[in-house]
T-cell receptor, first 118, second 114 residues
Framework: GAVVSQHPSRVICKSGTSVKIECRSLDFQATTMFWYRQFPKKSLMLMATSNEGSKATYEQGVEKDKFLINHASLTLSTLTVTSAHPEDSSFYIC??????????????FGPGTRLTVL | SQQGEEDPQALSIQEGENATMNCSYKTSINNLQWYRQNSGRGLVHLILIRSNEREKHSGRLRVTLDTSKKSSSLLITASRAADTASYFCATDKVIIQGAQKLVFGQGTRLTINP
C-alpha cells in the first residue's frame, strides 16, 4: 500500500524557537497533502491543505504566519511551527492524497509528530 | 459545517465478541471512510464506502451506509486484542480541483479485553 512518512516522530523545543516537520509520500506522487492537528483523546482537526507548486489553503482560525507550509515537490510537504509556544504542543499528522488506480480518493496518513514546547 | 459523530465514545468488549461503532453526519457526502488509530500513532485506512453503496466488507470488517439517515456503522467481527484502537469515521467535502477534504468524527475508543 501507499506509504507516508513523517520526520521527526518526536520533537521537544524551547518556547520561541521554530520547528520544521516533514511529510513524505514514499512510493507515490501527491499533488495534495494535508496537515492535521490532534489533541489528546480528540479527533483530527484539519489545519491546511498543501498544494504542490502553489500556496497552501488554511482552515478558518489557523494562522498562516504561525504555521508555514511548503509543498516544494510532489513527494514532500513541510510544516514549520514558528515561534512555538507551549499551547502549540500537540500531535501533528500529515496525509497525502493518492489518486488513480483502485484507490481513488484515499488519503494515506503519516505516523504523526509529537511536538512538545517547553 | 458537516461533522461525523461516532457513538459510543468508548467501547470495551471481550475478545471474540463483535464490536459495532456508529457514525452520523450532517450534510451530503460523496464517500465515507473509516480509519483506525493506535495510541500515539498515525491513521490506518480501513475501508471506503461510496454514497451509492449500502454495504461493504473487508475481512472481518463490515461497513454499512444509510444516506437517508446520514449514518454509517462499522462492525468488527470476532474481535482480537490487536483491534484495540480508536476508530474514526471521516466524510468528504470536495474542494478545488477535485481534491477531497475530510472531516473526522470524534472517534470511538475500542478496548478488547483478553
Amino acid at each position: 500500500g501507499a506509504v507516508v512518512s513523517q520526520h521527526p516522530s518526536r520533537v521537544i523545543c524551547k518556547s520561541g524557537t521554530s520547528v520544521k516537520i516533514e511529510c513524505r509520500s514514499l512510493d507515490f506522487q501527491a499533488t495534495t497533502m494535508f496537515w492535521y492537528r490532534q489533541f489528546p483523546k480528540k479527533s483530527l482537526m484539519l489545519m491546511a491543505t498543501s498544494n504542490e507548486g502553489s500556496k497552501a489553503t488554511y482552515e478558518q482560525g489557523v494562522e498562516k504566519d504561525k504555521f508555514l507550509i511548503n509543498h516544494a515537490s510532489l513527494t514532500l510537504s513541510t510544516l514549520t511551527v514558528t515561534s512555538a509556544h507551549p499551547e502549540d504542543s500537540s500531535f501533528y499528522i500529515c496525509s497525502a492524497l493518492f489518486t488513480g488506480g483502485g484507490f481513488t480518493d484515499t488519503q494515506y496518513f503519516g505516523p504523526g509528530t509529537r511536538l512538545t514546547v517547553l | 459545517s458537516q461533522q461525523g459523530e461516532e457513538d459510543p465514545q468508548a467501547l470495551s468488549i471481550q475478545e471474540g465478541e463483535n464490536a459495532t461503532m456508529n457514525c452520523s453526519y450532517k450534510t451530503s457526502i460523496n464517500n465515507l471512510q473509516w480509519y483506525r488509530q493506535n495510541s500515539g500513532r498515525g491513521l490506518v485506512h480501513l475501508i471506503l464506502i461510496r454514497s451509492n453503496e449500502r454495504e461493504k466488507h473487508s475481512g472481518r470488517l463490515r461497513v454499512t451506509l444509510d444516506t437517508s439517515k446520514k449514518s454509517s456503522s462499522l462492525l468488527i467481527t470476532a474481535s482480537r486484542a490487536a483491534d484495540t484502537a480508536s476508530y474514526f469515521c471521516a466524510t468528504d467535502k470536495v474542494i478545488i480541483q477535485g481534491a477531497q477534504k475530510l472531516v473526522f468524527g470524534q472517534g470511538t475508543r475500542l478496548t478488547i479485553n483478553p
